[in-house]
């Protein structure tokens, strides 16, 4: 943790026109998104993170690496050394900044509309990255830009560094009705945006704390895009209704009759629907 992990909230509701039936409600806040398991291969040294891989041969059926002597100098498949991995010396911790807005109206009837704008914009996020790579140039890499490499010495020296952001942005529409009547529902529908360059080149799925590996980590943002599993246009419904039978109901309610009251009486319908949607996208995926 850094001094500047510094993570203050703001929050305010008023009544705009001094009643009960309309108010605004407000908030933001920052969010020290610390990697807790992560990082913690940064502390490993470099006699643990240096890892020598080199890939096995045959030559006339026997194996060109062999005991006791399987790296020797000379040998045509020695391997290669790569770290693996460490953590960037001036790293600090991501930080999210979340917000909303709500306005809510009581309509009467027991009902209320409430409609809310929520974002969040995320920093300094981890991604793993090669310091070793080798930028985009008109060479080629197995023409010579392989060898142009800053350490060649090494393959691979993976790190992490904070590199990546991450934009949400939803407006949500609510309706709740309070049990009146046997009645009681709630219903919304949120239209939303999540975008981010954490995913690395193939955002097939959820990131990790420590990011992702980027296609090109001297222009991160050729990675900002879609985040895998956000639904951009998403409705959810519930209902439960008592159903009128029985003793204090519409029907059947006259008398004292157990087997009425028991048996037809006290009985609840409940449910959920939900509804998803999405849609092509004709300006490509750094569009979203």
Known sequence: MTK??????????????????????GGWGRFIATALGGNVVGGWAVSSSAVYVSTQAYAQGKPVLSFPSPFSVGTSSAGTLQFDYGVAPFYKDPVVNQWNLTVEQDIG??????VTYAGSHGQGLGSFVDLNQVPYNAIGYDNGAYASRPFPQLSQILTVENLSESNYNALTFEANHRLSHGLQFQSSYTFARNLSDEAGGDPTGFVGEIGSNPSDRFHPGLDYGNVAYTRRNRSLSSFVYQLPFGQGRQFLSGGNNWLINNAVGGWQMQGTCSSRASFPNPFGRQFG
């Open 109 to 114: 009837f027991n009902t209320g509309f409430r």
């Open 4 to 25: 500047s992990d510094f993570s203050p909230r703001l929050g305010f509701a008023w009544r705009l026109f001094g009643n009960d039936k309309t108010v605004l409600r």
